[in-house]
């Protein structure tokens, strides 16, 4: 099984589109991320949430929309889909620093990006 | 805050020679230090993690790396570099006492091996 899946994969799509990336974990963790991956490979926070709560949004515009149904999944929603949204997104999940974990992450396998 | 810098985005090395690939962080208290590495068009798999237990890691596929508090480094090596080595190599740093805070990520090394 894998740990951290995410879908799609690659998603091309044309300006103005909405699209949502899904992400799924079975590793029982407590918090899940979001990073951003431009063309450069710089990784960027975007949100974190820990048990279904939003804990961390990055200065990430708000046609960004995460959404966390239970501690296993969160999802990404973009809006009016942008050229410079073009990247690779990646999901994260860890356990959380306050039980003595080292906030080791785990990642899925990206979704590649595309807007024309 | 913490943060890491990689010195060099991209290494290139011959197949069999030492590879060093550079890591220097700023933390205000001991963090944890990692290497991730990420082969095309695929996700980040870790390498290797430094908790405090032993200041030389080893980690997977013949890497090792060793923390240096005087130095705030945490440089990877591997003696024999190999063709399937050739990934982009990312350096990150956590607060122990940060809660919640994720991993920090340096920019990346890009790691190419030539025959």
């Known amino acids: 099984d894998t740990a951290v899946s995410q879908t799609p994969k690659y998603l091309v799509t044309q300006m103005g589109n909405d699209k949502s990336i899904k992400c799924e974990q079975n590793?029982?963790?407590?918090?899940m991320y979001w990073y951003k991956q431009d063309s450069k490979k710089f990784l960027k926070i975007m949100f974190s949430y820990n048990n279904k709560e939003l804990i961390i949004n990055e200065t990430v515009p708000n046609r960004f929309s995460p959404k966390s149904p239970d501690k296993a999944h969160l999802n990404l929603h973009i809006n009016s889909l942008e050229l410079g949204d073009s990247a690779v997104y990646f999901c994260a999940s860890s356990q959380d620093l306050i039980r003595g974990n080292t906030g080791e992450l785990f990642f899925g396998e990206g979704s590649r990006l595309t807007v024309l | 805050a913490q943060s890491v810098t990689q010195l060099g985005s991209h290494v290139s090395v011959s197949e069999g020679a030492l590879v060093l690939l550079r890591c220097n962080y700023s933390?205000?208290?001991?963090?944890?230090l990692f290497w991730y590495v990420q082969y095309p068009n695929q996700g980040l798999q870790l390498l290797l993690k430094y908790t405090s237990a032993a200041t030389l890691v080893k980690g997977i596929n013949g890497f090792e790396a060793e923390f240096k508090k005087s130095e705030t480094s945490f440089h990877l090596t591997k003696p024999s570099a190999h063709m399937s080595d050739a990934a982009e190599y990312f350096c990150?740093?956590?607060?122990?006492?940060?809660?919640?805070?994720?991993?920090?990520f340096g920019k990346g090394t890009r790691l190419s091996v030539i025959a």
């Open positions: 990150a740093v956590s607060d122990r006492d940060s809660g919640n805070t994720p991993l920090v």
């Open positions: 590793l029982g963790h407590d918090t």
């Open positions: 933390s205000s208290v001991p963090p944890y």
